[in-house]
């Protein structure tokens, strides 16, 4: 929305914005309400109860229980309108659908790089389809940044060492800013970018364009066999590690006797440290990859892995795993659902 | 005025008191009691503390307002390590440990 | 321009035999004594939420990294924490004898138990220095080249490489296996780094109290030249006292670090 | 009878002229004056700080000072406001003159440990200005890692002791009154009977106990991480950097009524004194101070809804920010209550409460925004926020502190300033401040983010609002401080109560005695009694 050329409220682009949108305007009533109320009685009484001579003195009113519990019931009520409606878009806001599109994206001081699954990488651009959630896990190589898309209404820190994740389904075709608003050091504000909403036909045009080097699962596979992945874990299960066919979505036995879910952050977990759990029946052998397998490529791997599973619905990846988490007991159960 | 003069053997008392229990935790770390170990050694630890505050500290013989200043002290802390776990407790990777769930 | 609110009264400067130890605005000894304990333990107050913040940070970790904490731990001397707990108890039993010494009027026996109290401190300090010598040896010291190689396991610091890790990696009657312990969950690398967040809080939170303690040592020297100067009577003794407060306190901090940092998991 | 009144030969000012005796004084009033120059420097500091940021941020380009430059402009500013001007203000300079001579106590409870506070507060005062000449910070004023543990390369450790020093002033002052207020009060003076801003210093004090020693505590293991290499809060050894942002808020957000509490407090006064009434409902006010205290303990997470805690501990979180709104909401219509059936009056003094009513609403509301879950998604970290402290800090506790610095500085000085300028004064502040501040709530929905040395240029226009303002505003802060220092030798003769009010302090003379009252009084009636007052006025003519 413009005034005289000067936007004064930002696009609304994807389904949260009505939303969210709603709910400002409903707490813009509210507080304009009060706002006003205090106000106009404040300078009201100022003006009506002006003191005409000297010496005069207030009326003695001590004050008057009613009212006090008359006024602090009632804020108490619409405080609790406001929390219980923010906290239902919150939770929408933090539950992706299972059909929303996915892509990566990593922040590093001061770009970001997104990775589409069928192989395109793009720094400070990205391109999604209209009409079709998308899911953005996020991984930071270096400081705390944060991902912001205004005109979807969201965003999410990126935190070193874990993974975080937002979604939106975006409606309108159009350009819309990316900024990173978690501080991070010299060029914070040089971090920013554009996400190009395309039509669902011309987004598949765009997938086709470009020089891409195959989907990131593809390049995935061919990391698997650089890094010597594919000389322990053979698809026969014959290999020193387990077969990786089939496994993420399923649970899995742990020397220990604990079950764990292959999600993306077990992925994970046991490519940067590998022996936090040992899966039965296998020696704690596998080196750690820690420090080897830069942040993009350790998606493009994760990709590879659950690209053997085609028939599992993935798991969203537990938020905030730390890398070198460890849990003994049971399983990490994702936040319920 | 000066105060209350608590006994010598009540010193002593409590001195073989403390002497006991830090030996009682020691001990009760070499036995295997799953999970309650930890508990059981806070709960020495505080009875510990308890005694040194209750009498070495005078608080038994101080004032209602200082009994007050301590239990607040108290309060605070409980707050502050209370709804660490309220985020840390809930978050998907971080097991509770089983007693408290 | 005198108001009605503001009467001539019988208080205050009224008393004619006044403690040379009573300030000019309080009115009397009780009521300055009372303002020194109550002030005291509102110090006191932020000196438990001072700790607080460690034992939040510890008490993450530990629900975190429990194996490491478990490891790192057990790597600690039970003889000289469990002494060391010893000589802090007794020095507090000093100390409140040297408050009640102040108390009943003993100047000799309040200098006596003010200096036994200076001395059991020393000695704890002392046994803290071994045992961080013993650190500096071991590596465990983090950040300053950190190595946790747990007892007979491979040079654990060394990055696994690619090719020899097959190699490396220790069989099934890997060395804490073989020592009764239980199952980890962590192997060499991961214990290498998280136990160095281990140390970093041991280190942060002794070294925290033995700074303490150092301040308490110093505070008791004043307080014993007062004593020995003749300062205190069975009427003013408040700072003998506040002394005793401060140092019964940090008694208590390390009434939970003991269990805390050496006793995480010691039966196996 | 003004010509009659003339400034008296004995009182603290005139007691002992060297500078020696002000350096070593143990008396609450001259420390409070020491304190008042100190933090006024660094208002001043401060404020060139923010009049770099607003001049860069008049174009979009990022064209006037480097983006290193910049990040340390906003963060100095806001470590310089917080640390060194907000927390000590109202407390150190206010509080330290008034609540002896409120509670009719001769000085505090501890003299010299106030004299001490002093005294640390210019050494963490020295050590960061020295850590800012001598390089600079850039890690914005909440330091959060891994940035500042590893990122940063500049000054972080120097002024994260800076801080540490000075908070063991701010814990030094709020023990002092804690123990003054239980231990010191006058005969006669019961807790009912305290004035309100005597009660909201008691709750201020609370928060300063609490929680300063935690953010000593996050420095310390801050330090010894960036310092010596500890790991605690690095990712790269499974620690957590979100760790850091708990601890940090535990502190920070209860520091949020460290400066708004005591502006609550004196707000109390200048209303009921410019209505000549009592407070309407003394004891819901009396104690919602004390609970916005206790419940701004149990909010911290609001600050990181987006920042890695989990969806659960977001709404608890969320949950238990709006308790906090509820006392303050007590607070407003008690006051507006108050106003009903007043004999109300506009000297300077009620100017800024009216600016206060007005800009406290507006930024406490706004925070009703950000503790909306679904809101602050979209509204963390952008221009939004930065309106939201700014109308409740500058707008709420600076108004409220210029005016009790108007409503006491006849007190102080025994002199009066002149009331023409300094009424054009609080008009510019309240215009200035609304041009300023306004245009950025909307920047902020449109989703400018906070900390950017450059920005969009279609945001261009609602930046340039706010430079423009930020001019009348920096203006209307550099007036007083000329009719202040004009009326300290030029200045009409105020004599003991000038606005009639009612007070204890006022009953004393004008600046007062170094003991305050001749006698110990003795008191005999509820606070805010202004028929006594005038029924005396009258029997004496
Ligand atoms: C003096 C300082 C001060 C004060 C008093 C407050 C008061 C409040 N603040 Fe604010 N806040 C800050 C200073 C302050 N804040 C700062 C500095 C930051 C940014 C830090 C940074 O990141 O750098 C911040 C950030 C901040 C955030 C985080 C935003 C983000 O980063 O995403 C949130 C979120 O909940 C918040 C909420 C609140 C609330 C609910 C109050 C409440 O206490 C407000 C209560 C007041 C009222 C509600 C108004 C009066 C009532 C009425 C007029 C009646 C009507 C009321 C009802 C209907 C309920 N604040
Ligand atoms: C008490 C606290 C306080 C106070 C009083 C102020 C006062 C002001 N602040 Fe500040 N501000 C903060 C606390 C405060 N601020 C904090 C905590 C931050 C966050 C920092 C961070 O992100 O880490 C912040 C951040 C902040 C930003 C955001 C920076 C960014 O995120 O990039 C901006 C931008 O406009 C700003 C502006 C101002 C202005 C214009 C004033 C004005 O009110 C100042 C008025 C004063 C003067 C102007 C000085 C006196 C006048 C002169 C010396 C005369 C000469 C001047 C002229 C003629 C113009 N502040
Ligand atoms: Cu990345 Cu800010
Ligand atoms: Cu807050």
Sequence with gaps: MKIFGIPIFPEQASTFAKDVDALYFFIFAVSAFFALAVAVSVIYFGIRYHKTHDGEIGARIEGNLSLELLWSVIPTVIAMVMFGWGASVFYHLRRP??????IYAVGKQWMWKFQHLEGQREINELHIPAGQPVKVTISSEDVLHSLFFPAFR??????????????????TPGSYHIFCTEYCGTNHSGMIGTVTVLEPAQYQVWLQGGGVEGTLAQRGAKLFNDLTCSTCHLDSGQGRGPSLKNIVGKTVELQNGSLVMVDEAYLRESILNSQAKIVKGFQPMMPTFQGLVSEENLVALIEHVKSLSPDATTAAPATGAPSAAVSTQKPAAAEKK | MSGHVSPISLYITIFMALMVLTGLTVFAAFIDLGQFNFLVAMIIAAFKAALVIWYFMHVKYASKLTKLTVATGLFFLAILLGLFLVDYGSKAFTQLPPFLS | MSNAVVHADGHGHAHATHHSALQHHFDTMAQQKEAAVVGMWVFLV?????????????????????????????SLSLFWGGLNTAVLIGSSLTMAMAVRSAQTNKRTATVNWLVLTMILGAVFLGVKVIEYADKFEHHHV???????????????????????????????????????????????????????IYFSLYFTMTGLHALHMIVGI????VITWMAWKGKFDDQYYTPVEMAGLYWHFVDIVWIFLFPLLYLVERHV | MLDKLKIPDHHYLHDGHSLRSWLLTKDHKRIAIMYLMSISVMFFIGGLFAVGIRFELATPQGDFVTADTYNKFFTMHGVIMVF???????????????????????????????????????????????AMISGGVDTGWTFYTPYSATGSNTNVVPTAIGIFIAGFSSILTGLNFIVTIHRMRAPGMTWFRLPLFVWAHYATSLVQVLGTPVIAITIVMLAVERGLGFGIFDPARGGDPVLFQHLFWFYSHPAVYIMILPALGVMSELISTFSRKTVFGYSFVAFSSLAIAVFGFIVWAHHMFVAGISTYAAMVFSFLSFSVAIPSAVKMFNWTATLYKGAISFETPMLYAYGFMGLFAIGGLTGLFLATLGLDVHMHDTYFVVAHFHYIMVGGAIMSYMGGLHFWWPKMTGRMYSEFFSRVSAIMVFVGFNITFFPQFVVGYLGMPRRYHSYPDEMQVLNVMSSAGATVLGLGYVLPVIYFLWSLKYGQVAGPNPWGASGLEWQTQSPPLTENFLKVPIVDREPYDYEHLVAKEKHLV
């Design chain 3, 218 to 221: 110093g505070i008791m020297l």
């Design chain 1, 97 to 102: 659908p299972a059909e929303a599109m996915h």
């Design chain 3, 142 to 196: 983090p950040g300053y080249n950190f190595q946790w190689a747990s007892h007979e396991a491979p040079a654990a610091g060394a990055p696994s490489t690619l090719l020899g890790a097959g190699e490396h990696a220790p069989a099934t009657e890997g060395a804490a296996a073989a020592e009764g312990h239980r199952e980890l969950s962590l192997n060499a690398d991961q214990l290498q780094l998280t136990t160095q």
């Design chain 4, 84 to 130: 060194f001007f907000l927390i000590p203000s109202i407390p150190a300079v206010l509080g330290n003159f008034l609540i002896p001579p409120m509670i009719g106590a001769k000085d505090l409870a501890f003299p010299r440990i106030n004299l001490l506070s002093l005294y640390i507060y210019w050494i963490g005062g020295i050590f960061t200005l020295y």
């Design chain 3, 46 to 74: 932020t000196e438990i939420l001072f700790f607080g913040g460690l034992f939040a940070a510890y008490m993450v970790y530990r629900i975190w990294y429990f194996d490491a904490f478990a490891e790192a731990s057990r």
């Design chain 1, 154 to 171: 969201t965003k999410i820190d990126a935190i070193p060492g874990r993974y975080t994740e937002l979604w939106f389904e975006a409606q």
